[in-house]
């Protein structure tokens, strides 16, 4: 992957209401990008763009919920009509979470969270593979976690979304580099991001929003990978740590979460 720029580049960013995703935003059309924000909810959308007024780039506030497939091709047919049909960087970043016992959760929870944080988003990649192909140094950026490198308990739905996602991710990478598309993955541990106030089940939200990353310094991350065409983004040290152990001592850590699910059980 070679390194890009960011002034000018054509940017869709899913999830921009909150956390990551306005961050990103933000920090994207103060270096120059002209942004489509799309998310669920106009006036979080606004609010972001009203915050970036006077800066170098644009911002576009575009309603959609991307699991939906017409709410996806007016995504596409903002690019035909405003961008000459071009995309230059696509960052699916919009997620919801699951913390539930699997035996206690419901088939609804497991489609939902499938169907946000895996299928929504490859569908619209999908959809606007040829917007990417008309752009400059075209990058497809999926926001993953942690977690879709190593398993826990407790976010069994979660977890497989973003395994799933980090798989096709990997996949796409080669598949495309022949097109000239990069795919990039980036893998934020917790995050004190709005995300956790999405979560569907669950009491041990609130304890993640508290040890987690600021979503600025997050997206300050993600854009730093992206203009110096990382493959992979691991943002945090313990992240990066929590990967590693899982490949060299996989045994290990699955003992010892084992031993916290007995104990939890008593």
Not at 194 to 205: I, Y
Request: glycine share 10%; hydrophobic share 40%; net charge positive.
């Amino acid at each position: 992957m070679s390194k890009r720029y960011i002034s000018g580049k054509r940017v869709i960013c899913t999830g921009a209401s909150s956390g990551i995703g306005a961050a990103l935003s933000r920090q994207l059309v103060a270096q120059g990008a002209h942004v489509l924000m799309v998310a669920r909810r106009e006036e979080r959308l606004k609010e972001v763009r009203d915050s970036v007024q006077g800066v170098t780039g644009q911002a576009f506030v575009h309603v959609a919920d991307i699991t939906d497939a017409a709410s996806r091709q007016s995504i596409a047919d903002f690019v035909s009509n405003e961008w000459g049909g071009a995309v230059d960087v696509l960052i699916n970043n919009a997620g919801v979470g699951s913390i539930e016992v699997f035996s206690e959760s419901d088939e609804a929870t497991l489609r939902h969270v499938m169907e946000v944080n895996f299928f929504a988003a490859m569908e619209l990649s999908r959809l606007l593979l040829p917007n990417l192909e008309r752009g400059t140094q075209a990058v497809i950026c999926n926001v993953g976690s942690v977690l879709g490198h190593v398993a826990v308990p407790h976010k069994s739905e979660y977890v497989a979304s973003k395994f799933a996602l980090h798989g096709m991710t990997d996949a796409l990478r080669i598949e495309l580099a022949c097109d000239g598309i990069d795919v990039t993955l980036v893998s934020p541990s917790t995050t004190g991001s709005e995300f956790f106030t999405s979560v569907l089940n669950g009491a041990e939200a609130s304890d993640s929003k508290r040890r987690g990353m600021r979503p600025d310094d997050v997206a300050r991350k993600i854009i730093a990978g992206i203009i110096k065409g990382k493959r992979e983004i691991i943002l945090s040290t313990g992240g990066k740590l929590l990967v590693l152990a899982d490949r060299i001592l996989p045994g290990l850590l699955s003992r010892i979460q084992m031993r916290r699910e007995e104990k939890r059980r008593e």
